[in-house]
């Protein structure tokens, strides 16, 4: 079974920047995608970045700009760099990995801003 442990949550002001981790316990190269979604409060879960085999990435105008995913196969991690926070990213933010028809969920990991 595969597992995806996300850190690096916490409480930031407006305007600072966090990295998240998800380290991940096969090697992430083996997965055709990987994502960071985040859900707030009595909202919808969505996508927040999203990194392909390939390298190519994407992310909701939301984010544009702001938040860069990246991965070290070496590592078997994946990153999400968060600058320029708002209070409006703060929610619980997991990791997701796609292999063929199977999605992988992290357990999640909070980040709150706030003044």
């Known amino acids: 079974q595969v597992q995806l442990v996300e850190s690096g949550g916490g409480l930031v002001h407006p305007g600072g920047s966090l990295r998240l981790s998800c380290a991940v316990s096969?090697?992430?190269?083996?997965?055709?995608?990987m994502g960071w979604y985040r859900q707030a409060p009595g909202k919808q879960r969505e996508l927040v970045a999203r990194?392909?085999?390939?390298?190519?990435?994407n992310y909701p105008d939301s984010v544009k700009g702001r938040f860069t995913i990246s991965g070290d196969n070496a590592k078997n991690t994946l990153y999400l760099q968060m600058n320029s926070l708002n209070p409006e990213d703060t929610a619980v933010y997991y990791c997701?990995?796609?292999?063929?028809?199977?999605?992988?969920w992290g357990q999640g990991t909070r980040v709150t801003v706030s003044s």
């Open positions: 096969r090697s992430i190269a083996s997965f055709s995608s």
């Open positions: 997701n990995a796609k292999a063929a028809v199977v999605i992988y």
């Open positions: 990194i392909t085999s390939g390298g190519n990435t």
